[in-house]
């Protein structure tokens, strides 16, 4: 077993291999339901070991709520909950409310939605700014104040929020301070042909998801938050990943770029991915392939680009990959996989 170098004189490192393992069983669960996207349930479980929150961008009946109760019913014990967000959702219907009791009279907390270990907030740009404003705290601390009184959240705690990116009407659009606080964004897309015949059949008399069992216990979840932080990450690739990101400050593609935030939500995203595909280190494709889902919601784009971004987000987001490569060129052949230290 690897043991990483971060890993506390005495104490004994998490085995990495058991923390994969804990990734396969709730991929293998969740694809049973969830049919073709396990690369997207892979990244959003990542972001998940790394105690990050996701935001699904994407059309309507694209799975993005099924995602979600099946990564809840996979969990043991597991408390999930749903906010379906409209305009009239106030900040107490997420966070819960004061009500007065004439038996003890006094008054008792109702805890809201947000006490849940996974909360699905649909249709997140639904909501008024005030009711998505009540999210932050929970998102940023995992607690939520409420008549003065600050409550912690249940741990785990994951938020997956949905937004719909073509009908805008009635929406209200996420503000940068709670984009910055989602750990990354991606899309399910649509199921290829062969696999949406086999969703036809899989829900021809119930949806599969309601047979769902736990695959995966809170200690294994404890193990998995303690095995991303012990994935080696070369010292050359932890600095290309923080001059990736300061290159998105210096771009003309970009207004503004993204904050000390997106680095370390990059390089804790490279560990978590590493680990969910069997490695015990990271190597530069991680990196790569995350830069888009972490970044890209993070980065506020210069006017022009923006309209390009509506028409068509993936070829901007290659064009913000290609000029910040330019900036911060790929790790050369000094580094090899072969510097994670030795167990």
């Given at each position: 077993m690897t043991v990483s170098r971060f890993t506390p004189e005495g104490a004994a490192a998490p085995d990495?291999?058991?923390?994969?393992?804990?990734?396969?069983?709730?991929?293998?669960?969740?694809?049973?339901?969830v049919v073709g996207k396990r690369d997207v349930a892979r990244l959003v479980l990542a972001?998940?070991?790394?105690?990050?929150?996701?935001?699904?961008?994407?059309?309507?009946?694209?799975a993005k709520t099924i995602l979600a109760r099946a990564i809840a019913a996979s969990l043991q014990d597991a408390v999930?909950?749903?906010?379906?967000?409209?305009?009239?959702?106030?900040?107490?219907?997420?966070?819960?409310l004061s009500v007065w009791d004439p038996q003890t009279r006094r008054f008792e907390f109702r805890p809201g939605p947000v006490f849940a270990n996974v909360l699905l907030v649909d249709e997140i740009n639904r909501a008024l700014p005030k009711a998505q404003?009540?999210?932050?705290?929970?998102?940023?601390?995992?607690?939520?104040?409420?008549?003065?009184?600050?409550?912690?959240?249940?741990?785990?705690?994951?938020?997956?929020?949905?937004?719909?990116?073509?009908?805008?009407?009635?929406t209200f659009p996420l503000p940068e301070a709670q984009l910055d606080r989602?750990?990354?964004?991606?899309?399910?897309?649509?199921?290829?042909?062969?696999?949406?015949?086999?969703i036809l059949d899989a829900q021809l008399r119930e949806h599969p998801v309601s047979r769902l069992k736990p695959v995966v216990s809170r200690e294994d979840v404890v193990h998995l938050f303690a095995a991303v932080n012990e994935v080696y990450v070369d010292p050359l690739l932890k600095r290309w990943t923080v001059d990736l990101v300061r290159a998105t400050r210096e771009l003309d593609l970009v207004d503004l770029g993204a904050s000390v935030r997106g680095s370390l939500?990059?390089?804790?995203?490279?560990?978590?991915?590493?680990?969910?595909?069997?490695?015990?280190?990271?190597?530069?494709?991680?990196?790569?392939?995350?830069?888009?889902?972490?970044?890209?919601?993070?980065?506020?784009?210069?006017?022009?680009v923006l309209v390009d971004e509506r028409v068509g987000?993936?070829?901007?987001?290659?064009?913000?990959?290609?000029?910040?490569?330019?900036?911060?060129?790929?790790?050369?052949?000094?580094?090899?996989?072969?510097?994670?230290?030795?167990?």
């Open positions: 990495l291999s058991a923390a994969t393992q804990v990734f396969d069983r709730l991929l293998d669960n969740i694809e049973t339901v972001a998940f070991a790394c105690r990050g929150h996701v935001l699904l961008e994407d059309v309507p009946g694209t999930s909950a749903r906010i379906q967000c409209t305009p009239d959702l106030q900040p107490t219907d997420v966070t819960g404003s009540a999210l932050l705290e929970a998102m940023a601390e995992q607690q939520v104040t409420a008549d003065g009184v600050t409550r912690s959240l249940p741990d785990p705690f994951l938020l997956i929020a949905t937004e719909n990116p073509i009908e805008q009407e009635g989602f750990f990354l964004r991606t899309s399910l897309g649509y199921p290829t042909a062969e696999e949406e015949v086999q939500a990059l390089e804790r995203a490279a560990r978590a991915w590493a680990l969910a595909v069997g490695r015990e280190y990271v190597v530069p494709d991680d990196i790569e392939l995350l830069f888009a889902p972490v970044l890209g919601h993070r980065l506020i784009l210069a006017p022009d987000g993936e070829d901007v987001q290659q064009r913000i990959w290609e000029a910040c490569l330019e900036r911060a060129p790929r790790p050369g052949p000094e580094w090899q996989p072969a510097t994670a230290p030795a167990g």
